[in-house]
């Protein structure tokens, strides 16, 4: 067995020693990219350039589509910049500071990612209505507007900014903290000029994951929107009305400023220095003394709490009580009744989640080094570093219809078509994560054992994938959860069959006696289902850790 | 047969050429250092042999063979660069047994091999120790068997002693010698300390702008630096400027405003020319009376610097200018010379190399601060 897998992986080292091997593999990986990632999300849309005429001929549905587009832009923007701010020192906590309590918080940061965005929109709204904390103080309740658009988008985000931020974290060493330490800066300090500075590109990924996310959330942003219209809920509105000029007018903006964003952020990079003044170190040494720490790790934690896990999971704590009872428990166990469709929609969902991390884990991972590496030129890698993070900055519910148009005279079958809707929204997730890992790992490692007999493979499979195995992880966890909790555009592909997500959905537009408590416990199951994997997943990539 | 060959290799990274049309051979089992200033393409070059880059122009041949197109780890060319590159993932041990087992040997035959070789270092006992548990000595030790474990012949170290600490250096420069002699191996050594190369280096090729600047025996780069800059950069020396004022055959006299005339050797050199004369310290000798026979400079001690086994003198001659004078230990300690002291400084005129006066000025061209 074990010389198998030996002659195997020597005879992989072989090949990848050859040239033309090595060349047909970046083309393989960015024939991928081109014709079933970006193609499909943007050719839909792209075809559909005719129907502008009905926006811009019209003033009022123009000056609509404008206020759309601005307001998913400030969205977009202020959201991620809160992200950052409250993700960072998280982050450090749970690197940092070991202890049972931040492995629970570690883990449960993750838990908005796993939940059907649908049902997140609707346990946010819950949350923040009369029957939440609000109420129990008294105070009014928050109806839907941009003040519930902004806290969904904030529960929906952070957990992608802390997840990168972290699994970056993990791989950076700690000695040049120390250092910062000893030279006579107190935690604080070193942390804003040391830490922080040295993982920037951390930052700047995490900023735009957060970012696009909330340029392209639709299904759960219709939930709380109530009058607030940014550019996917025009769309949506739009498309009810029979219109699809805005999807494209918006999407086509949309996806511009994104471009014009990440472009800018990636020049700024280089310049991006902390402070953008002088600090003030006395305030930055009050900070790190007495009771300040504790008291911010305390804020952090209830920001994370309040803002982000409470939220996310109200509609689950509602109703996971009920789930304990007799009647009940034996029908969702059985599978009986409306939980049949419930359990084959789970299986439906894992299936094409773990499908779909391990297709884009194979395919990505050369793009990613290809871009990370300037393989072709840097020109080559900048211009697929921002094309790979398209898919994701365009409307999930425009990304569905673009993938119905573009695949609908192939007679692709159903669960395929979800599959593919799925690799193109996850796609730029593993590659942002993976490059972002690459560009840590100094490239004299690499290159000395390459001159020590190892082949490209063997490089990589034994130098470089081990030591960018957290951001790998954190990646394969974003994809994963991204799959499983999708649902705008899964809606627009899919016919006959349903994911869990979308059986949710269905559930909440057609309600049934007792359909409620069915998608608050449908939801759980979700959770703690995804929390076990995430959990197995956690523990296996940890065993090893190096001193 | 020759190990390296490098014909006409050019590389261009942009705008810059780092390596301008080399030709040099290295042979079998040669200790070859490569000297140059920062940004000289000393690492490039290192990193065209091991292919981790390759050449716009030219061929580079391995044992005969032409390797142009030949990728990294079949080229058996083991490089070690400045940090050492130690994984710092793996045990020292599995950063040693990285190479053979990369190339598929019988994990027998690595076992014998890494535990023969990190007994070599005596680092037998830290075998299971990571990068970051061992000390600088420890992890160039470490990289070193590294490199030899991964069966190369040819070894080519970048910068190998530049991490360490001044007592280990010369320690580990006496080792590497030994070390390369006892394997057999072919060595590209690169540095930008002469002290290095001339102490290790059976030849030595200096390096400048990507081009060969000159090469040769240690011996013959110290003592006979075919140029201005070799000069200045080999060796300890003093520059003075000066005029031609005759020319006899193989020698010329120089004038050194102010100071007097001297006689220097040089070629190719008129009558009336600027000129930049060259003199190693230690062969510059303080006396109060001048010897008959060699030249002869005046002025005044402006200090004294003990510095172990010499002395170092800094002498103001009468035209304001400084030279150096390195005195043996010994011979400084009865000479009776003070700060403040008269004195003459001689030399003989086989030791002063005269250098037509550079075109862009002296300080450029020795690229001095």
């Not at chain 1, 977009?76 to 918080?105: M, N, Q, Y």
């Not at chain 1, 939440?132 to 904030?154: N, Q, R």
Request: aromatic fraction near 8%; glycine fraction near 8%; charged fraction near 15%.
């Amino acid at each position: 067995m074990l010389s198998t897998r030996r002659r195997l992986l020597g005879f992989l080292g072989s090949l990848s020693s050859i040239r033309w091997v090595s060349l047909s593999v970046y083309g393989i990986s960015v024939g991928y990219f081109l014709l079933l990632i970006l193609g499909p999300a943007t050719l839909g849309i792209l075809s559909g350039l005719g129907s502008i005429n009905q926006v811009i001929g019209d003033q009022a549905l123009m000056s609509r589509a404008l206020s759309a587009v601005f307001a998913s832009f400030v969205l977009a923007t202020s959201v991620s910049v809160l992200d950052i701010l409250a993700g960072l020192p998280l982050a450090w906590l749970i690197v940092r500071k070991k202890g049972i309590l931040l492995s629970i918080l570690d883990a449960l940061v993750d838990l908005p990612l796993v939940i059907p965005t649908v049902t997140l929109g609707f346990s946010v709204l819950l949350f923040w209505s009369s029957e939440g904390p609000l109420g129990f103080l008294g105070l009014p309740p928050l109806a839907p507007g941009w003040i519930l658009v902004v806290l969904l988008h904030f529960s929906f985000s952070y957990p992608v900014v802390v997840r990168v931020l972290v699994g970056k974290m993990l791989e950076l060493n700690l000695v040049y903290e120390t250092a910062a330490r000893t030279l006579g800066a107190t935690p604080f300090t070193a942390a804003r000029t040391v830490t922080i500075p040295l993982f920037s590109s951390g930052i700047v990924a995490s900023f735009l994951l957060a970012f696009a996310r909330s340029m392209s959330e639709t299904g759960a942003t219709i939930m709380v929107a109530g009058a607030f219209e940014n550019g996917p809920i025009f769309i949506r509105n739009a498309l009810n009305a029979g219109l699809e000029g805005p999807l494209v007018v918006t999407s086509i903006a949309l996806t511009v400023i994104s471009l014009v964003v990440f472009y800018a952020i990636k020049v700024l990079e280089v310049h991006f220095r902390l402070p953008f003044r002088r600090a003030n170190v006395d305030l930055e040494k009050r900070l790190s003394r007495g009771l300040v720490p504790e008291v911010g790790a305390i804020a952090i934690v209830a920001v994370l709490l309040f803002f982000v896990i409470f939220p996310a999971l109200s509609l689950s704590l509602r109703y996971a009580p009920a789930t304990f009872s007799q009647q009940i428990s034996t029908q969702i166990l059985s599978g009986s009744g409306i939980w049949q469709d419930f359990w084959s929609g789970v299986v439906l969902s894992y299936s094409i989640g773990l499908l779909v991390t391990g297709i884009n884990l194979v395919f990505s991972i050369p793009m990613a080094i290809l871009i990370s590496r300037g393989r072709f030129g840097k020109t080559v890698s900048t211009i697929f570093d921002s094309l790979s993070s398209v898919p994701i900055v365009i409307p999930s519910v425009a990304l569905g219809v673009s993938m119905v148009f573009f695949w609908k005279n192939l007679a692709i079958p159903e669960f395929w078509l979800i599959v593919l809707a799925h690799l193109s929204i996850t796609y730029p997730y593993l590659v942002a994560t993976l490059v972002s890992a690459l560009n840590d790992i100094p490239i004299h490692l690499e290159e000395t054992a390459r001159t020590l007999g190892a082949d490209p493979f063997t490089t990589f499979s034994t130098i470089t994938l081990p030591l960018a195995r957290y951001s790998l992880l954190s990646g394969a966890i974003l994809t994963f959860t991204r799959s499983v909790d999708e649902t705008g555009a899964t809606l627009a592909v899919s016919s006959t069959m349903q994911t869990v997500p979308v059986l949710l959905v269905n559930w909440v537009k057609n309600p049934f006696p007792g359909s409620e408590l069915a998608v608050g416990i449908g939801t759980s199951v979700l959770l703690l289902t995804s929390v076990v994997i995430l959990l197995v997943l956690k523990t296996l990539s940890r065993e090893k850790r190096v001193a | 047969m020759p190990s390296i060959e490098l014909h006409e290799v050019t590389k261009r990274f942009a705008d810059v050429v780092a390596i301008n049309n080399v030709s040099a051979v290295i042979d079998d089992g040669e200790y070859v250092c490569v000297l140059g200033p920062t940004g000289s393409g000393k690492s490039t070059l290192l990193r065209l042999i091991s292919g981790l880059v390759n050449p716009d122009g030219g061929e580079i041949k391995i044992d005969g063979t032409g390797v142009n197109e030949i990728p990294p780890e079949h080229r058996n060319t083991a490089l070690m660069p400045q940090n050492y590159a130690l994984f710092p993932h793996m045990t020292a041990w599995e950063n040693v047994a990285y190479g053979p087992t990369s190339r598929g040997v019988d994990p027998g035959e690595i076992t014998a091999r890494v535990s023969t070789l990190l007994k070599t270092v005596r680092l037998q006992d830290w075998a299971n120790a990571y990068p970051s548990q061992l000390s600088g000595g420890m992890q160039q030790r470490i990289a070193l068997v590294r490199s030899l474990a991964s069966g190369a012949k040819i070894l080519l170290l970048d910068e190998p002693l530049g991490a360490l600490d001044a007592r280990l250096r010369l320690d580990l420069r006496r080792y590497l010698k030994h070390f390369a002699k006892e394997f057999g191996l072919t060595v590209v050594h690169v540095t930008h300390d002469q002290s290095e190369a001339i102490s290790i280096a059976d030849r030595i090729m200096l390096l400048r702008h990507g081009r060969i600047e000159q090469e040769g025996t240690p011996r013959a780069v110290y003592f006979t630096p075919g140029t201005l800059f070799a000069a200045s950069f080999v060796g300890d020396r003093v520059l003075m400027e000066g005029v031609v004022r005759a020319v006899h055959g193989e020698t010329v006299t120089v004038e050194v405003e102010k100071a007097g005339e001297i006689r220097a050797r040089a070629r190719g050199l008129r009558e009336g020319e600027l000129t930049v004369v060259a003199v190693r310290c230690e062969s510059l000798q303080l006396a109060h009376h001048a010897a008959d026979g060699l030249n002869r400079l005046s002025g005044r001690v402006a200090e004294i610097r003990p510095l172990g086994s010499y002395f170092r003198y800094t002498v103001e001659l009468h035209n304001g200018n400084r030279v150096y004078s390195h005195v043996p230990a010994l011979n400084a300690l009865g000479n009776n010379l003070h700060v403040g002291s008269d004195v003459h400084v001689c030399f003989a005129t086989q030791d002063a190399l005269s250098y037509k006066y550079p075109e862009r000025g002296l300080a450029k061209e020795v690229e001095a601060f």
